[in-house]
């Protein structure tokens, strides 16, 4: 810290975005403090303990999206980063006793594809070549930084042209298959080109991950592309269990921080920015501390960050209006157990750890109906009385999750309102759990009798122990009137703000949520470029 106490940086928020925008800061030779309000670093991306020896991904449970440069640029593979790819990636089991696992190899795969459908494995193959090329695209829009819409400077104008340049670049039936991925829904994308339900189920499960949309709403095309942009170790579209949990990753980055000298301090709740003549000065601690750096840099969304810690009277009206509309209502429900034993499921029967079915990725979500209903209860905000469920058993890969011969079981379920038309989640939690875990039990009948102990995160539970926003996973929604340039507001997508040197670096900005790091990357890139500049 200088003389005079004040330090370069202050990140408020040690999710892995505010780690990394720290990291990337420090290595350029600034001065950082990370302020993170929880008893540990990671904000929804953490390991912890269940009950006594079961440590579960309380809340992200899986590894597809973080970005190479960032694995490369805080040396975790050197401290011990690993990822678990299985193959089967996916168990998807079906209430006729049928069900399907996704192979790498091709020949096992389109033999599990036959059981629904002869035609459906070559379509399979033409969707992943026809969104194989579109991948660069994407890639470089992730790692773009947003310019102002419309356009008023020549470097605004140069950005649109150079990702205008990149449009061009595709030809017109991938041109169009890119449009039609960001406007169209699920099933309408998915409809053109199968004809099983069940494949084309399967599927739509990615289209609905922390949405308020549903498989035949427009826009979630889209939901279902941002989850498939990923891949692990140069796999496109891979994803995997990292050993020791998910917070094994802000762990990492955590002690690649404070290597390059970042002082990271947990119980550390920020009151709110302080802010003098339009410009921040640092912050205020709710303990009564004040802190001061030359640039804040707010990991929280947007909401928090402009209707919580700062003053409205530094912001102008139709920015405030502006942030107020944001969409940010979750949707997600997670539930966490630790098992005496394995589930058995009675389409594919067994407990032995290293069968596919107890490795893969588990969804039950088996018709296209089945998953529309399940939002059609949560537009009426009801939670879905037969919900999607998509579940991992990551301690069949990683023994040091859960005692011998013991597990940990994490359950995604779509759909939960944060808003309820009747009672409160404090209320309903409990009992929203057990119809997760009876439509479970449709498929794997002992699954009742294996939990040892249950947790259940409602989207108000998320809000209150993860300060997410109206539990909104992704720090606010993922659809077309808030992406790129348009997230979080118009004419402030930079990860600069109204308020001179406040920025955002969450995934309330461009590209947006998941284990990505995307904004945390450009943002830090942004800064550096504005403290150069002076």
């Known amino acids: 810290m200088s003389s005079n106490g004040k ?107 036959a059981k629904f459908s002869t035609r459906d494995f070559a379509a399979l193959e033409q969707f992943d070549a026809d969104l194989s090329r579109l991948r660069p695209l994407i890639e470089e829009i992730l790692r773009t930084t947003p310019p102002k819409f419309p356009p008023s400077r020549i470097k605004d104008y140069w950005s649109f042209l150079k990702l205008a340049r990149k449009v061009k670049s595709l030809d017109r039936r991938d041109l169009r298959f890119f449009m039609e991925l960001m406007t169209a829904s699920c099933a309408e994308i998915l409809d053109r080109r199968f004809e099983s339900t069940e494949i084309k189920a399967t599927l739509a499960h990615q289209g609905t991950i922390g949405a308020c949309v549903g498989v035949m709403s427009p826009g979630s095309a889209y939901v279902m592309l941002h989850d498939s942009i990923g891949g692990v170790d140069g796999q496109a579209g891979a994803w995997g269990f990292v050993y020791g949990g998910m917070g094994t990753i802000t762990q990492i980055l955590a002690t690649t921080c404070r290597s390059r000298g970042v002082e990271i301090r947990t119980g550390a709740a ?132 859960a005692p011998e011969g013991k597990h940990v079981l994490s359950l995604f379920v779509q759909y939960g309102p944060y808003h309820l038309r009747e009672g409160t989640w404090p209320e309903i939690r409990e009992k929203v759990g057990d119809n997760i875990i009876d439509t479970l039990a449709e498929y794997a009948p002992n699954i009742k009798s294996c939990i040892i102990a249950r947790e259940v995160l409602s989207p108000w539970d998320l809000e209150q122990e993860f300060g997410l926003t109206g539990g909104q996973i992704f720090h606010g929604e993922i659809s077309q009137d808030q992406l790129f340039c348009m997230r979080p507001a118009w004419g402030w997508a930079d990860y600069r703000t109204p308020i001179r040197g406040l920025y955002l670096c969450g995934s309330g900005a461009h590209p947006g949520g998941g284990v990505l790091g995307g904004p945390g990357m450009n943002a830090s890139r942004e800064i550096l470029r504005d403290l150069r500049r002076g």
């Open 7 to 113: 330090v370069d940086a202050i990140v408020v928020g040690g999710g892995h975005n505010g780690l990394i925008t720290a990291g990337y800061l420090a290595r350029a030779g600034l001065e950082v403090t990370v302020l993170e309000r929880r008893p540990i670093v990671g904000g929804a991306c953490v390991t912890e303990e269940i009950i006594p020896g079961f440590r579960v991904s309380r809340t992200s449970y899986a590894c597809s999206l973080l970005m190479p440069e960032i694995v490369r640029d805080f040396r975790m593979k050197e401290q011990g980063f690993r990822v678990y790819i299985p193959d089967p990636s996916g168990f998807i089991p079906f209430p006729d006793g049928r069900y399907l696992l996704s192979h790498s190899d091709t020949a096992r795969y389109e033999q599990e594809v």
């Open 270 to 401: 920020v009151d709110r920015v302080l802010v003098k003549n339009g410009r921040a000065q640092g912050v205020v601690l709710k303990n009564g501390d004040e802190l001061r750096s030359r640039i804040v840099v707010s990991n929280a969304d947007p909401k928090r960050t402009f209707l919580d810690l700062v003053e409205e009277q530094h912001l102008e009206a139709d920015f405030l209006e502006e942030i107020r509309n944001f969409k940010i209502e979750g949707s997600s429900i997670k539930v966490n157990c630790a098992l005496a034993e394995l589930p058995n499921w009675t389409c594919l029967p067994g407990q032995d750890p290293k069968a596919p079915q107890h490795q893969a990725m588990i969804g039950i979500g088996p018709s296209m109906e089945y998953l529309e209903r399940a939002f059609d209860d949560m537009k009426y905000g009801r939670p879905s009385r037969r919900p999607f469920i998509e579940g991992t058993i990551a301690s069949t890969v990683d023994d040091s999750l």
